[in-house]
């Protein structure tokens, strides 16, 4: 079946670092991959998406490219903030009934 | 995108009750989604509730112990019976995009706690 392996956390950084989280996926056919984030106690927010091979998903300064040849979708940003401290999730839907299969969750904390 | 709101944002419940959780919907979808996250782990789907059918469970998860209700465009319940301590988690629902193909809302959460 579907899974999607992501780093393991918790990341700590300081601020206006680098940030990576990879995500790895196994899916048949071309699944849409996802990136979602929770803030301390608020609920799941999309952050970013890629429907087809190549493209790259990105919003608040959060990158992502779907890569087929390496089955990846890895998170990235250049400089991050105090504010995106948070759980990370990658994620796949996969066929026609929508279902979302989640990585474990990658827990950041970003430092000022 | 669409709204979502839950009641109760969180409960603390005796062991051998019930508890049913509701998921509002601003707008009409056409697919909700009922998902638990238990404490660091990640999310599982419990069932797709579409209206106007029995709700789909996933593998691991029966209709007895999760009865789901769909009334509505608009709104769902679900409802943990029976509960034990490791049904300690966080319940969210979820509606399906109907601007954008795979994509969802969620909601909030349900903070569950059983004693």
């Known amino acids: 079946g579907d899974s999607v392996t992501q780093m393991e956390g918790p990341v700590t950084l300081s601020e206006e670092a680098f940030l990576t989280i990879n995500c790895t996926y196994t899916a048949t056919g071309y699944p849409s991959l996802f990136w979602y984030v929770q803030y301390p106690g608020e609920g799941l927010q999309l952050l970013l998406k890629a429907t087809k091979a190549d493209d790259k998903g990105s919003n608040k300064g959060f990158e992502a490219t779907y890569r087929k040849e390496t089955t990846s979708f890895h998170l990235e940003k250049g400089s991050v903030q105090v504010s995106d401290s948070a759980v990370y999730f990658c994620a796949l839907s996969g066929g026609s009934n929508y279902k979302l299969t989640f990585g474990k969750g990658t827990l950041l904390t970003v430092n000022p | 995108s669409a709204v979502i709101s839950q009641k109760p944002s969180r409960d603390i419940c005796q062991r051998g009750t019930s508890l049913t959780i509701q998921c509002q919907v601003d707008?009409?979808?056409?697919?909700m989604f009922w998902y638990r996250q238990q404490p660091g782990q990640s999310l599982t789907l419990i069932a797709t509730a579409n209206q106007g059918s029995e709700a789909t469970y996933e593998s691991g998860f029966v209709i007895d112990k999760f009865p789901i209700s769909r009334p509505n465009l608009t709104f769902s319940t679900l409802t943990v019976s029976n509960m034990s301590p490791e049904d300690s988690s966080i319940y969210l629902c979820?509606?399906?995009?109907?601007?954008?193909?795979?994509?969802?809302?969620f909601g909030p959460g349900t903070r569950l706690t059983v004693l």
């Open positions: 979820s509606v399906d995009s109907t601007r954008s193909y795979n994509e969802q809302f």
């Open positions: 707008s009409q979808v056409t697919m």
